[in-house]
């Protein structure tokens, strides 16, 4: 097919093309769009693709099939550009038809996104000692107390309220005596000396009776998440419903097999390998976010189209709301509690979006300068891990075995690798975090 194309760079990584088709070479693209239109249309008296084009003209329209063919058209001369300039597309182009007629030269505009242009810094000088993992027994005896509490009984009581009682409360919260979204709670659960409320909240109600009520100013912390209370006073109103006088189980080797261990001894052992498996994760995290900062401030990203930072804060809200989907809680009382909208979220989210986004740029950067490969059989290895773990989901299984999937696992393989290498390379490990993951 021949053709004319025109390239303007536009800012953030974009790229406008546009296409002059003469009217001549859009002919086969009208022959194939009447073939195409013919076998989709019903009309009576006429087999499927054995439609006159007079009939299927009057049916469809002339512009359906000139619309039909520009499509085709599009498709074809785009690719072609596209490898002929070597671009780097993310995602597909915003195609606009300038001019369609019958008899007349075709022209289209395409804007694309562009792959931004990575220059990798000096990575190799970077040097991170990793943090020593270590649990002390207060650690220990944290997590006991914790599940000690989570297996209390409670016996309703007319007593005064006393710390580590469990209160059932109602309460309102008012600021300039105008009750603030989300501030009013219904027959609210809360032990005294847990610390769920800001500073002075639970300690205001010690030594109420169920009925009671009372009425208080605390100011919230400089740091609060709600920045419209952080650090402003309000009133309190509070109502107690009951007072539970709550019992902790005591701590011997029955308390242990409640846990389905059989001694405390069996217990502790099971703790320290939760909190070295728990830390552990915790200190990979923040080695490998501080050896991506570093990365990106030695490197050189272009400019990010903002269709790739709004789809990437987009994503990190769905990850917030599947997190708190999983605690129990709806996302729409959580955004109440934040006094924020779901734009205002994913606004908040875009310097983080920025920088998850220059990291997978560099990522990718860095798998083609080391010449990292991918062996078909790491990929299939990885999705047959995940089929034995869903295999009671065929649905899921399924969805396993697409091209999509296993392109998917395919970039993660590829994550990882560069992950090792660069940790390999920057990371001095301790010598005791060895020895632990080694024996998990």
Known sequence: MQYKYETKKLPKSQIEIRVTIPAKELEPYLTKAIETLSSQTKIDGFRPGKVPLDILKKKVGEMKIYEEAAILAVEKSYTEIA????????????????????DNDFIYKAIVDLMPEVKIGDFKSIKIKEKEINITDNDIEKVIEDLRKMRATETLENK?????????????????????DGGAQKKY????????????????LVDLEANAEKEFELIFPEKYHNK????????????????????????????AKTLGLQTISDLKKQIVHNLEHEQQHKEEERVETELFD???????????????????????????????????LKFEDYLIHLNKTPEQLKLDFVPQALKRIKAALLTRAIFFKEKMEIAENEVDREI???SR????????????????????????????????????????????????????
């Open 384 to 386: 047959e891990a995940m």
């Open 294 to 328: 570093k990365i990106i401030d030695k490197s050189q990203v272009g400019d990010i189209p903002d269709t790739l930072v709004t789809s990437e804060a987009a994503k990190m809200v769905q990850e917030l709301q599947s997190n708190v989907a999983t605690q129990g």
């Open 83 to 102: 490898i002929k300039e070597k671009f780097e597309p993310l995602g597909s182009p915003k195609i606009d038809f300038e001019k369609l007629a019958p």
């Open 160 to 180: 005064k309220a006393a710390k580590g009682d469990k209160l059932e409360i109602d309460f309102d919260i008012l600021r300039d005596n105008v009750a603030i």
């Open 228 to 255: 419209n209370l952080a650090g402003k006073p309000a009133k309190f109103k509070v109502k107690v419903l009951a007072v539970y006088k709550r019992t902790l189980p005591e701590l011997n080797d029955e308390f």
């Open 189 to 204: 659960p809360l032990v005294i000396g847990d610390g769920q409320f800001i500073p002075g909240f639970e300690e205001n």
């Open 389 to 440: 773990y869903y295999q009671n989901n065929p649905e899921i299984t399924k969805s396993l075995k697409t091209p999509e999937y296993r392109d998917y696992v395919k970039n993660m393989v590829g994550n990882r690798k560069v992950m090792e290498y660069l940790k390999t390379m920057c990371v001095e490990r301790s010598e005791k975090n060895s020895k632990i993951e080694h024996k998990h």
